[in-house]
């Protein structure tokens, strides 16, 4: 392999990497010692500071000056919304004293690095180091002064500068090292070396001895084995030369050293490919880890950071070379992927922050140009992925839907052909659906987050489904606590074993790289192995998991020991624009920086190189039918009816579930899994996040079997009734058929990797006849509404002794309750029967209910993850039932009625029917639910042309 000579710089980016925020200036900063950055500057963390505003006294720049009196800061100082103002600086002075604390003194120049607006004068120790009058408009690297940098010493040392402006901008930031040495790849490459064989910012320093140097080269020969015979016998002369870890062949060894493993590293890539495909951007990431739409038309959270490219990196011997093949400094390029036969590749482009929204684009390799395949401002496409049917799938706003605890635009799997056209929606999921990609088998892996009847912080789980978008399910963690999200996971090839990213929920899209098996289980850390290094996998419990330490991203395995990955070796911080590189990697975390800028983050690397299809199943998808059917083979069957005698299963009620066009008001829940806020909110805090329609129900056959027709396209759960039309067990999650589509489960929650259990008859009872269609719940299908379906019965069988009047029992009449909070018109019968208060109970606002209340008692949305007991909540747990079974106070109710009460509560307690029900909105929210309603039908009949057109395409009518 060919060779070149690199110069080794100082270490100043691996200061950076390995520096952690410091304490307060009372305890100086501590600061590992090394010939390049010593503190590094506001761009990259800032240092905590002690200044003034005022004038001190003589003497305030020597290190026993008394600064107790003096405000505490973080450096860089200017006006507020300045990049890199970290403390406010408006007046016409400021002085700044700033401890720190070396190991040992430092070898090597030492420049300051500053940003000056205007005069500014630097003492180190109380000596003047630099001065320099006027303003730059950038940082500077600016000579220190013999005397003061002699003064630098193992122990407690002192920067201090006054900065003075005159007029215009103002703006002050200090630091000691020359950060620009690090700006070129193999400056990066061995910084990166020295982190992980342990010389940190101490190697080749010391003037004593070399015990650190001798250290890491050992470590290096060791993986080398007898490959590195000539350097090991180098490294014993030096050894006996005795010569110090600052002599200068101590590093000309270590490097040697590290190219010769670099080159063995390397070659199982090369075998492969020597072209890497990846996008320049910013740290994807918002308040929740999938906001990052940044669409044009946001109702409230968008994230632009402008700047992106999407490049070609090709390994020439040890070091690449980086080539722009799309550039754009004021837009976003992210989410590359090659086609099959590496002609191809596709990728996500936003252009501007108001005035275009991401949309598929394709780059052709030979040819060098780009076209673009989606558009319509307004709806963001991204995520994209080829399909091996020739199709592409995608993340898309196209749904028009809002997450239930806040107020961002949901992202679900669409697919089109590959011009763009044909478009279709796949999932008609609650929130969001990410990061699809294609395993050998023919499925698609996906994240899914998902929270119907249960807390929203933990399960985001992945899923899968064939590549027409059939056999939607459960891949790994769907009732788990851990990991909080699977994220960028991609199987690795000829295995079921998959790679990914296991993070957080409130948190960027990084985290710690996991290595997943479902036939070892798939639930908690049953199947899971966190990696690079590999580890204890605790299954804990950690809402913003993963965010400490090093950082991972986008995965993209070799082989079942190798692979490229996005990575910072340290925490980059939340929403940055850099400290991510491209890496090869093994599952020991030993690893080889292939790409770096450090500017913009390198990301989402994928080789140009072509793959096999693999498996293509031909699809079952008839657009021309609009229902789909499901089979049980034995409701027993598995631990959701654990203890359940057969026969007390009757039937199966299928719940189609409603999603809100946009935010309007709000209120908030809590229990076992967490708290959120609710907006749109269609019941009381506690109560079902999303409007919920009875399709209706099938009987259970006597061998638990059931086989029934429902709605395609549409999202349902299912639960299981008694003979009292009582929930013995419930779905808290849904499922959805394409149209034509044939699905069927084995039993309730069984195990997916058990095969169906042997003997008994060969047709089950529900197989011997056709698909049952649905048995209507007391009319056609709705929306389930507390005034139009509890409302009457309160009226006509309970308000004439519950008036709310003086002397009479609580209230159940319908007389409405003003929420300013959740903008909506509860009644008093609703708030009465759901034990609930208000959270502002100064306004009376924003009414959260008890779930967990003896006389009504129901399934918390912030249940917990795991599967709950049969039985556990319920009309069959609410005294309210057992009291009007009896006749309370001699009033009888109806079965229909008694069945809507029990549903009502089965349900989680719905008021609204529907998002508009009962609203409190002002005219200005009226149009702004109208106008992304409006948006959503308008997209829905744009779905409706493309799959007229893609039948007409098939020769069907």
Excluded at 168 to 186: H, K, P, R, T
Excluded at 328 to 350: H, T
Excluded at 549 to 554: A, K, L, N, R, S
Excluded at 568 to 588: E, Q, S, T
């Amino acid at each position: 392999m060919k060779r070149r000579a690199i110069r080794v710089p100082p270490l100043p980016l691996l200061a950076l990497l390995l520096a952690s925020p410091p304490p307060l200036p009372a305890a100086p900063t501590a600061v590992k010692a090394a010939a390049g950055v010593l503190l590094p500057t506001s761009q990259q963390k800032g240092h905590k500071s002690r200044y003034t505003l005022d004038k001190p006294p003589d003497g305030w720049e020597k290190p026993g000056f008394n600064d107790t009196a003096w405000k505490e800061g973080t450096s860089g100082f200017g006006p507020l919304g300045m990049p890199g103002a970290r403390t406010e600086w408006k007046t016409s002075d400021i002085w700044v004293r700033i401890p720190f604390r070396l190991k040992r003194a430092p070898a090597g120049d030492l420049p300051f690095r500053v940003f000056h607006d205007e005069d500014v004068e630097i003492f180190l120790n109380g000596i003047p180091a630099a001065r320099r009058t006027g303003f730059v408009t950038e940082y500077v690297a600016v000579p220190m002064e013999p005397a003061a940098r002699a003064s630098l010493k193992a122990g407690d040392n002192l920067l201090a500068y006054h900065c003075r402006q005159t007029g215009g901008g103002q703006f002050i930031d200090v630091g000691i090292g020359d950060e620009s040495a690090w700006e070129n790849l193999a400056s990066a490459v061995v910084a990166d070396w020295m982190l992980q064989d342990g010389l940190g910012n101490e190697g080749f320093t010391s003037a004593d001895d070399a015990r650190i140097e001798t250290a890491a080269i050992e470590t290096v020969l060791q993986e080398l084995e007898a490959g590195g015979a000539a350097l090991r016998a180098e490294l014993g002369r030096l050894v006996s030369s005795r010569a110090p870890g600052s002599d200068p062949r101590w590093r000309e060894l270590y490097v040697k050293a590290c190219e010769a493993r670099r080159e063995l590293r390397l070659k199982p890539l090369l075998a492969r490919t020597s072209k890497i495909v990846f996008a320049k951007h910013w740290n994807v990431g918002g308040s929740h880890y999938a906001y990052t739409e940044c669409q044009s038309d946001a109702q409230a959270e968008r994230h632009w950071v402008p700047g992106g490219a999407l490049c070609l990196l090709e390994q020439k011997g040890l070091y690449g070379e980086v080539t722009p093949l799309v550039n754009d400094p004021g837009g976003i390029i992210r989410n590359p992927d090659v086609s099959y036969d590496a002609r191809k590749i596709l990728f996500a482009w936003k252009k501007d922050d108001r005035k275009d929204d991401y949309h598929l684009y394709e780059y052709d390799v030979a040819g060098k140009r780009t076209r673009q395949l989606t558009d319509g401002l307004g709806y963001a496409d991204y995520e994209g992925c080829y399909l091996p049917t020739g199709d592409i799938v995608f993340s898309s706003t196209r749904c028009v839907q809002t997450v239930d605890c806040w107020w961002t635009e949901v992202s679900n799997l669409y697919t089109c052909d590959k011009d763009g056209k044909r478009l279709r929606r796949l999932g008609y999921d609650q929130v969001h659906t990410n990061f699809p990609t294609v395993t050998d088998d023919g499925r698609i892996l996906y994240t899914r987050w998902e929270y119907n009847d249960r807390g929203q912080l933990f399960p985001q789980p992945l899923f899968q489904m064939y590549l027409d978008g059939t056999a939607q399910t459960e891949c790994y963690g769907n009732n788990s606590w851990f990991p909080t999200t699977i994220l960028h996971a991609r199987q690795i090839p000829g295995t079921q074993k998959i790679l990914g990213v296991a993070t957080g929920h409130h948190s960027d899209q990084s985290g710690k790289l996991i290595l997943l098996d479902p036939a070892k289980g798939r639930q908690e850390n049953q199947g899971a192995q966190l990696v690079a290094p590999v580890r204890a996998t605790n299954a804990d419990r950690i809402d913003g998991y993963g965010q400490d330490g090093d950082q991972f991203q986008y995965p993209y395995p070799l082989d079942e020991t190798r692979f490229l990955v996005t990575y910072a070796p340290v925490d980059p911080g939340r929403a940055g624009k850099k400290g991510f590189g491209l890496y090869l990697m093994d599952l020991d975390g030993r690893r080889e920086l292939l790409a770096w800028d450090p500017a913009l983050s390198c990301n989402q690397p994928v080789p140009l190189a072509p793959r096999p299809k693999g498996h293509v199943r031909p699809s079952t998808v008839d657009y021309r039918k609009t229902t789909g059917t499901y089979y049980v083979q034995d409701v027993y069957y598995g631990p959701g009816l654990q203890g359940i005698a057969r026969g007390t299963i009757k039937s199966l009620r299928v719940v189609a579930l409603e999603y809100r066009a946009a935010g309007i008001g709000h209120n908030g829940n809590g229990g076992p899994a967490g708290g959120a806020l609710v907006s749109t909110p269609v019941a009381i805090g506690n109560g079902t996040w999303d409007t919920k329609i009875i399709l209706g129900s099938v009987p259970v056959e006597a061998d638990g079997s059931a086989y029934f027709t429902v709605p395609a396209r549409t999202p349902v759960y299912f639960q299981l009734l008694d003979g009292k039309n009582h929930v013995v067990q419930t779905m808290r999650s849904w499922s959805t058929l394409q149209p034509g589509e044939s699905f069927a489960c084995i039993g309730c929650h069984e195990n997916k990797n058990e095969a169906a259990p042997s003997g008994g008859a060969i047709t089950t009872l529900a197989l011997r006849k056709p698909a049952q269609a649905l048995r209507p719940f007391y009319g056609r299908p709705r929306g389930f509404s507390f005034p139009k379906e509890i409302q009457p019965i309160l009226d006509a069988k309970c308000v004439s002794c519950h008036s709310g009047e003086a002397g009479k029992p609580f209230g159940l009449t319908a007389k409405e309750v003003v929420d300013e909070g959740a903008k909506r018109r509860w009644s008093e019968a609703y708030l009465a029967l759901t034990h609930a208060a208000p959270d502002d109970k100064g306004r009376r606002s924003a009414w959260r209910g008890q779930d967990n209340h003896p006389v009504v008692n129901w399934v918390s949305a912030q249940s917990a993850p795991p599967m709950l007991p049969p039985y556990s909540v319920g009309a069959a747990k609410s005294r309210l039932i057992e009291m009007l079974e009896k006749g309370h106070e001699g009033v009888k109710l109806s079965p229909e009625e008694m069945d809507k009460i029990a549903a009502w509560i089965d349900l989680a307690v719905p008021f609204c029917g529907d998002y508009r029900e009962a609203h409190a909105w002002s005219k200005d929210e009226m149009a702004k639910y109208d106008r992304y309603e409006k948006k959503r039908k308008d997209q829905e009949a744009q779905e409706e042309r493309e799959l007229k057109a893609f039948l007409a395409d098939r020769g069907r009518p």
